[in-house]
């Protein structure tokens, strides 16, 4: 038979929804999380020999992530997955380490209401947290937030060959699904108010200039973040570029001066960079794991 090794591998119970209401007054408090953990660790004899004497069930893992919520409280997805992280490897020798993760769905009040709420966020918060040993990498993020400036843009001065048609504009819509995760080079702080602040960071930088490429808005909001926010060492953008393509009415006898659009969902470009801190070491092992450019 051929010699083979086990590989890396890893295990545990994904996407646990957990919902954890706080009702310490008659004014309630919600957060909305979808959590998962995996382990590492000596799990080698589990696969060669089917011996689970190391194999922390799943379901126990499930288990401990709703028990946490209540013991613990969720104060941010960050905290809460250093609090899973803790427990699993301070309660089991042979467990080195493993990946935790976190979607957040953020609730506002009705009506200012004390105990009624509507979904309101229009991105899903992100976090993941990879120990290996004593080293802990930790990343947070959102998806889905779409944002769109009516001019302002433009795009010229590319490269036109044989298949070239698009015309070049110096006034277009710029439209874009944000997706972004940034890596910290520390896991103490306060992680509600680095993340009110990196989305703003974001969204004034989306607003604040003549964008000539999508490339270079991405670059701006990227420098912006690494500038303001010191417990920050890279941040990644993967962003869709929405079209908008100003449609022709002249046979209809109407003019069309960047007033009527039609929106294409597909295909569209999809833009993607990462900015990094110049004095930042590369740590390529803390997006391990990760779906996709971010």
């Known amino acids: 038979m051929t010699a083979v090794r086990l ?3 890893q295990f545990g119970k994904a996407e646990n929804r957990v919902v954890r209401v706080y009702r310490d007054t008659d004014r309630h408090e919600i957060r909305d999380l979808n ?3 995996q382990l ?10 089917g011996n689970n004497e190391h194999v ?3 379901d126990t893992q ?4 709703f028990a946490k919520a209540k013991e613990e409280g969720i104060t941010s997805p960050e905290d809460f997955l250093k609090v899973l992280a803790e427990h699993f490897t301070a309660g089991f020798d042979w467990v080195s380490g493993g990946r935790w993760a976190a979607e957040e769905y953020g609730w506002s009040r009705i009506n200012d209401h004390d105990h009624s709420f509507y979904r309101s966020a229009p991105e899903v918060r992100t976090a993941v947290l990879t120990r ?11 998806y889905g937030l779409t944002v769109l400036k009516s001019t302002g843009s433009g795009f010229v001065g590319y490269p036109k060959d044989t298949y070239t048609t698009l015309p070049e504009t110096e006034d277009r819509i710029l439209a874009t699904d944000i997706a972004t995760r940034w890596r910290y080079n520390t896991t103490s702080m306060d992680f509600e108010a680095v993340y009110a602040r990196v989305k703003e960071l974001i969204l004034s930088t989306f607003t604040d200039h003549y964008s000539h490429a999508l490339q270079q808005t991405l670059y701006k909001m990227g420098e912006k973040v690494i500038a303001e926010v010191p417990e920050i060492d890279e941040i990644r953008f993967s962003c869709p570029n929405k079209h908008h393509f100003a ?3 002249s046979p209809f006898g109407l003019e069309n001066p960047n007033e009527v659009f039609y929106a294409a969902d597909r295909p569209y ?6 900015i990094v801190r110049d004095s930042a070491p590369d740590v390529p092992e803390a997006w391990m794991g990760i779906a996709g450019f971010c």
């Open 40 to 49: 590492w660790g000596d799990f080698t004899t589990a696969h060669t020999e």
């Open 62 to 65: 499930k288990n401990t992530i």
């Open 7 to 9: 590989g890396k591998n």
């Open 132 to 142: 290996d040993g004593d080293v802990d990498h930790l990343i947070s993020g959102f």
């Open 269 to 274: 470009g999809l833009i993607e960079a990462s």
């Open 247 to 249: 449609q022709d009415l």
């Open 56 to 58: 922390v069930p799943t």
């Open 35 to 37: 959590v998962t953990s």
